[in-house]
């Protein structure tokens, strides 16, 4: 049998066990106990949350494994082309001037009518934003020559005409009929996309890279990139529209053979170059607060967050003595004679006889922050903590780290109930008469009011709300025209198609799915045209795969967060629509399918060759590679980008759910609390704080057992997590406000909200035709040109005779 589990690997049979003495039978059972159970030392995750990874490791991830002969042919046509036009030298000895004119020769080239010439100068374009590797003799100096090259294409219009030919390569039907007939779609599918999409990809990743040594000159290409790559300038829609066309495309299965991951790839750095990352919205949130007079945010969340340890709360005196007597049990287990064991082969001999208390060792099993050894369950003393490396901390006074918000509907209620409590009337929504009631109310009024917290969401809402009310004095709204507005202009038409493109190649990417007859293809730009034919060869492709997928899952989780948090700053019903459309398409269920996993495994895959990746493989000879290195992999403590995808899911899972009682109650039904809590076994502070905030808004619905058996799961989001005064979300009150029979009216009523502010702000043919002006001028109405039809003017002596002329009209009425 397999004692240790998934995470074990060692069989052992009752004879081996038998031949161990009684001590180290004990510790054997335990020692394999805890393993099964989670219990381990493993450290924190010494991991930085941030919009990217670095841009050496972004860069690397554009290209496919497969892909690596490519960059040859790319040096190939740079050279030809170069030795015929320039001269013998090389590119980096070159001065300025010749490399423009070389640049702006080079872009002639794109507008060529043969497909196969215009190929080659795209190929050699690309070598170009590649920073002209084979001239360089580090990795340092390719990136150095691939800023300066870039920098240099984009002068010279280079983005311009990539966006012209990329439209034309969307549109080629050729192309497309193609892919779609064909059995098995390969890289060579999609090699005129490829090249243009990497091109654009390098130009938009380093640009975005601020560099203090940039010279100033650059900094304003940099400013003005940014803007036109927001704004309707290319093909009179922002870049992120065209690319979320695509993806739709894609997914209707009319294009085969996009490159679906560098698209997604574009598609998130361009969203995040023109609106910004989490820094930006950070500093966006505080300027909207100064413009709506709102009091400052309490705390830099941020901060907050980067300055949090994950920490495993200490064991309650009831959770010792449990420990306690578990333990005594397992021991009492392992001292039983090898005959009675052996009458214990058709059933596990580790499992005790009352059914319960298997019950409660699952329950332990799912919570990693019971996950800890416990000085009473071990002979050896406790280690010393293991020590960080000094980092920047937020020094807090000794309590908690978020300070307490209060919403005025809390208030409200908090009212109403006493004054029906005490004095047997209510008032409303009256949050200053205090008369009548007892002085301790009177305090906890004025603490509530302290703390009062009033978000740019319930200004925006109170504004709409006026709108709609009095449309006619209400005035002109003063909408700012910035890049996300733009964006959410530009989707709007198209945004559900949108939504459930991105979460059906999510499914497709996510480790826990099934290969299915009906699902997508998503592996398009990463099987070679020659499927492999040794061992080796397709344990690379299978490393190439996975790697895929993960960078795959990477890009639409940021692209979805960007967009819900962008969104909700900019108007927070931009937010709500497409959150909500996210809920529609089954989101919610969809990410809690992708944590019903091995999580610590997914986080620790190693699914990428260090030797293979760009810049490194064009600068460095290649190492022969073997099966082992390959399954040894590199010596990381995790895989960034797996961590960095598994936040940002967490938090989209916390923005769909986030004060919305119908989507919270989805969570219990499908049964999230024991998946969640496997994921808090990750030891990494921002990733535990996402999964108990989760945990929390759904605690009251889990009944009380479950919570009297995740005490310290309980203790956890106590100290971890943000407090509501007057929150009873561990008490499991019911909520006035969460009576299931609202379920549905609720999303009916957000959903009405929705559509009639997305018909007022911009559906402009749809307004009420009893609130557009009168002209009341007789000469202006009788001055209008008024279009007649053909059959008018050629019976118009008939209509004059008709209704004129045979009508008797009393001229002097009139004119009175």
Aim: aromatic share 8%.
């Amino acid at each position: 049998m397999d004692v240790g589990g998934n995470g074990g690997g060692l069989i052992v049979n009752n004879k081996q066990r038998a031949m161990l003495p009684n001590k180290s039978r004990g510790e054997f059972v335990r020692n394999q106990r805890k393993d099964s159970e989670g219990f381990s030392e493993s450290p924190d995750l010494e991991f930085e949350y941030a919009d990217t990874d670095k841009w050496a490791v972004e860069l690397s991830e554009l290209y496919s494994y497969t892909e690596a002969p490519e960059f040859v042919l790319n040096r190939k046509c740079f050279e030809e082309d170069f030795r015929t036009h320039v001269s013998e030298k090389k590119w980096t000895e070159l001065d300025a001037a010749q490399h423009k004119a070389h640049a702006m020769r080079l872009l002639d080239g794109l507008e060529v009518i043969a497909r196969e010439k215009r190929l080659k100068v795209a190929r050699a374009i690309l070598y170009m934003a590649q920073g002209a590797f084979a001239e360089c003799s580090s990795e340092a100096e390719v990136q150095h020559w691939m800023r300066y090259n870039i920098f240099l294409l984009l002068e010279v219009g280079t983005f311009s005409a990539l966006v012209e030919l990329l439209n034309m390569e969307i549109d080629n039907s050729a192309a497309c009929s193609s892919a779609v007939r064909k059995p098995a779609i390969s890289l060579a599918d999609s090699t005129d996309l490829r090249v243009l999409l990497n091109i654009m990809y390098l130009m938009v990743e380093t640009i975005q890279q601020d560099d203090p040594a940039d010279p100033p000159e650059w900094r304003a290409t940099r400013d003005t990139f940014k803007t036109e790559l927001g704004s309707p300038l290319y093909n009179n829609e922002p870049i992120s529209v065209m690319l979320f066309g695509m993806v739709t495309k894609f997914c209707s299965g009319h294009a085969p053979h996009f490159p679906m991951k560098k698209v997604l790839l574009l598609l998130w750095k361009s969203i995040l170059f023109t609106l910004g990352g989490f820094e930006q919205l950070q500093n966006i949130k505080v300027h909207k607060r100064q413009e709506l007079s709102l009091p400052p945010l309490p705390e830099d969340s941020i901060r907050v967050i980067r300055s949090m340890r994950a920490a495993s709360p200490p064991a309650s005196a009831s959770d010792l003595l449990e420990q306690q007597q578990k333990r005594a049990r397992r021991e009492h287990k392992s001292l039983i004679k090898q005959d009675n064991l052996d009458a214990f082969n058709e059933k596990d001999p580790y499992k005790t006889d009352d059914p319960r208390e298997d019950e409660d060792d699952n329950d332990d099993n799912d919570n990693s922050l019971e996950a800890e050894p416990f000085p009473l369950e071990r002979d050896e003393v406790m280690p010393p903590p293991i020590p960080h490396p000094p980092t920047e901390r937020v020094s807090f006074p000794k309590g908690l780290p978020w300070a307490p918000k209060v919403r005025e509907k809390d208030i409200e209620n908090f009212l109403e109930s006493s004054r029906s409590k005490f004095i047997g009337y209510t008032l409303g929504n009256d949050t200053d008469t205090v008369v009548g009631l007892p002085r301790p109310i009177h305090e906890s009024i004025r603490t509530l009011k302290q703390h009062k917290y009033i978000s740019i969401a319930e200004i925006q809402i109170s504004k709409e709300e006026e709108f709609q009310k009095t449309p006619l004095s209400g005035g002109e709204e003063d909408v700012d025209m910035c890049s996300t507005e733009l964006l959410y202009q530009g989707i709007l038409p198209s945004l559900p198609q949108y939504m459930i493109a991105l979460l059906k190649i999510l499914l497709a990417a996510a480790p826990t799915s099934k290969a299915k007859t009906d699902s997508i293809n998503i592996l398009a730009d990463v099987l070679p045209e020659e499927m492999p034919t040794t061992v080796l060869q397709s344990m690379k492709l299978g490393v190439d795969v996975n790697r895929h997928k993960e960078i795959i899952v990477k890009a639409i989780s940021a692209v979805l967060l960007l967009l819900l948090k962008h969104f909700k700053l900019n108007h927070i019903y931009q937010f709500e629509y497409m959150a909500q459309h996210l809920v529609f398409a089954n989101c919610i269920p969809l990410i809690l399918k992708f944590f019903n996993q091995n999580i610590m495994s997914y986080i620790t895959a190693k699914n990428s060759i260090s030797v293979l990746d760009f810049p490194h493989c064009v600068v460095h000879e290649l190492p022969e590679l073997t099966a082992e290195s390959l399954e040894a992999g590199d010596n990381n403590q995790f895989c960034w980008r797996n961590l960095f995808s598994c936040i940002n899911l967490l938090r989209i899972l916390n923005k769909l759910t986030k004060w919305k009682h119908s989507r919270t109650m989805m969570l219990v039904v499908f049964k999230s609390a024991p998946i969640l809590k496997r994921a808090l076994k990750v030891k990494q502070a921002m990733m535990q704080l996402y999964v108990l905030k989760l945990l929390k808004v759904q605690t009251k619905y889990l009944g009380r057992q479950w919570r009297k058996s995740n005490m310290k799961t309980m203790s956890a989001i106590y100290q971890k997590v943000r407090h509501r005064l007057n929150d009873d979300w561990a008490y499991g009150n019911a909520d006035l406000d969460a009576r299931p029979w609202d379920f549905q009216a609720e999303e009916c009523a957000l959903r009405a909200n929705i559509e009639r502010f997305n018909s007022r702000r911009y559906d402009k043919n749809q307004s009420n035709p009893d609130f557009l002006p009168v002209d009341n001028c007789l000469q202006s109405v009788l001055g209008q040109r008024v279009d007649l039809p053909e059959d008018f003017h050629m019976n118009y002596d008939l209509w004059l005779e008709r209704e004129v002329f045979s009508k008797p009209i009393s001229w002097e009425e009139l004119l009175q």
